[in-house]
């Protein structure tokens, strides 16, 4: 990332952001919790990308070089914390899932950052013991390196659809399927067909905030049918993709 720009606090806020809005690389001395009420959220590190739909939050450590971008449109609820206070022990982003609680919780804590009341001091204190029982969603999208697991990745980022195999692929870039499938363990931390699985359920979820049927997003990202789609989503979410949260706050 070029022309990374420092941003000292990482305030509590509201934002209503359009479709396709984006921020250039920067990071702040502060953590932040970020959380869409309505939209989607990715978020890109040279380590990869994070999605987040409404029924979750993404984690963003303090010093994190990061992009933002909003799928849909967005309204953004930003928590800042400072450096010192760490609920979740995490150095890395990560995706958390927000149960109704912690929801409300975010909703009201950030309707007035101006406000420095005891009343509001206790509601962060709830808010964040909510957070450290947060499952973390495993829907993290991490970058190859090696220039030719990069040109295999990028092959399917072009067309999450693309079926051909680890062996046809690493012929297009002249790599063995051998070779790439240790890339993949060793860079990725995750095997081949976990990888792509990740990358079509990104795709899917900017897709969906953009208000393309399940049935079109299924096609499009390279599942066999709808219900498969459905089933792979809702064992990674925890729902289902009709039943997502796009547009309650």
Do not use: K
Request: hydrophobic letters at 40%; aromatic letters at 4%.
């Amino acid at each position: 990332m070029s022309n990374i720009r420092h941003r000292p606090r990482a305030n509590t806020a509201v934002r209503r952001l359009p479709s396709g809005f984006g921020v250039g690389a920067h990071h702040h001395d502060d953590h932040q919790i970020v959380y869409a009420g309505r939209g989607v959220l990715s978020v890109t590190t040279d380590a990869g990308s994070w999605v987040a739909p409404a029924t979750s939050a993404l984690w963003i450590p303090a010093g994190t070089v990061h992009e933002p971008r909003a799928c849909g449109e967005t309204d953004l609820h930003t928590v800042g914390l400072p450096a010192t206070v760490n609920p979740l022990g995490l150095d890395r982003p990560a995706v958390l899932a927000v149960g109704p609680l912690l929801r409300e919780l975010i909703l009201e804590y950030t309707r007035d950052p101006a406000d420095q009341s005891p009343e509001r001091r206790r509601l962060l204190a709830v808010l964040l013991d909510q957070l450290r029982h947060s499952p973390q969603r495993p829907i993290h999208l991490p970058t190859g390196r090696d220039p030719r697991l990069a040109a295999v990745c990028a092959l399917l980022m072009d067309d999450p659809a693309d079926g051909r195999t680890l062996t046809t692929l690493g012929a297009a870039v002249g790599a063995s399927d051998r070779t790439l499938a240790r890339l993949f363990r060793a860079e990725m931390g995750m095997t081949f067909p976990q990888w792509r699985t990740q990358l079509r359920l990104h795709r899917a979820l900017l897709l969906l905030a953009e208000g393309m049927s399940v049935t079109a997003v299924a096609h499009r990202c390279g599942w066999a049918s709808a219900s498969a789609f459905i089933d792979t989503f809702r064992r990674t979410l925890g729902h289902t993709p009709g039943a997502r949260t796009l547009s309650r706050a």
